[in-house]
């Protein structure tokens, strides 16, 4: 699990606003806050991610620390229709200790770093380019299933945020449960997706311009983050 230690301290932040739609259609909302942390390695980045579905009953947070190249681990709080399920990856020596939480008790697998190079929360890192990549074996926050499939660069193209015209690097991700599309800006932020959530085929696209990163006061977020087997 993710243990945030309590300390007052002072922290960048960024806050991205997606609106999501289905056939052209507006059904949902996605809010990333991300909170820039210095460390004795580096900057970190914690990731907090809000996704709410009201027309299929779905909400989802996940939240988790970035900071190396290694995938990243999360925990996910899943609610659709009633039902509430919890997937948690946490990072150790091997890999990625993942648990799969629901009313039925407690599923758990160790996952090696070659079997997973990336996760659901850190394809919204705009630290994290997929620059040649070829191939995406993703832990979906979601489900907690592993989702593999070729990565290929399509090309430049413009997407609308906020009325402006942005450019975009365009990739097509091609796993087994259907095609993913994903724009990246200029400065690494997703501003676009066509993806499945919830079982559904939704677009999601940044609302506004991306935000440049503010100081946070008084921040309760410890003299580290770290990440501790369940």
């Known amino acids: 699990m993710l243990l945030l230690l309590a ?5 960048d932040t960024q806050t991205l606003e997606y609106g999501i739609t289905a056939a052209g259609l507006p059904v949902g909302t996605r809010s990333l ?6 460390g004795p390695q580096g900057e970190q980045r914690l990731l907090e991610c809000y996704t ?10 996940v939240s988790g620390l970035s900071s190396d190249s290694l995938p990243p681990g999360f925990s996910a709080n899943n609610a659709q229709s009633g039902e509430r399920w919890e997937v948690q990856a946490v990072r150790n020596s091997g890999g990625l200790q993942v648990h799969f939480v629901d009313g039925r008790g407690t599923q758990s697998s160790q996952l090696d770093f070659h079997q997973v190079n990336t996760t659901s929360l850190a394809l919204m890192d705009p630290q994290r380019a997929l ?15 592993i989702l593999s499939g070729p990565l290929v660069l399509v090309g430049g193209e413009q997407v609308l945020v906020g009325g402006q015209s942005l450019a975009a690097q365009h990739y097509l991700w091609s796993p087994d449960t259907g095609p993913v599309h994903l724009f990246y800006g200029e400065q690494g932020v997703l501003l676009k997706t066509q993806t499945r959530v919830a079982g559904q085929a939704v677009e999601l696209t940044l609302t506004q311009l991306p935000q440049t990163r503010t100081l946070e006061l008084n921040l309760d977020l410890g003299p580290a983050v770290q990440e501790e087997s369940l």
Do not use: C
Request: charged fraction near 15%; charge should be negative; glycine fraction near 8%.
């Open 52 to 61: 709410e579905i009201p027309i299929a009953g779905f909400s989802q947070r």
């Open 7 to 11: 300390a007052t301290a002072l922290a």
């Open 131 to 145: 620059g040649q990549a070829s191939q995406l074996d993703l832990l979906s926050a979601e489900t907690g299933e």
């Open 33 to 38: 806050k991300i909170t820039y942390l210095p």
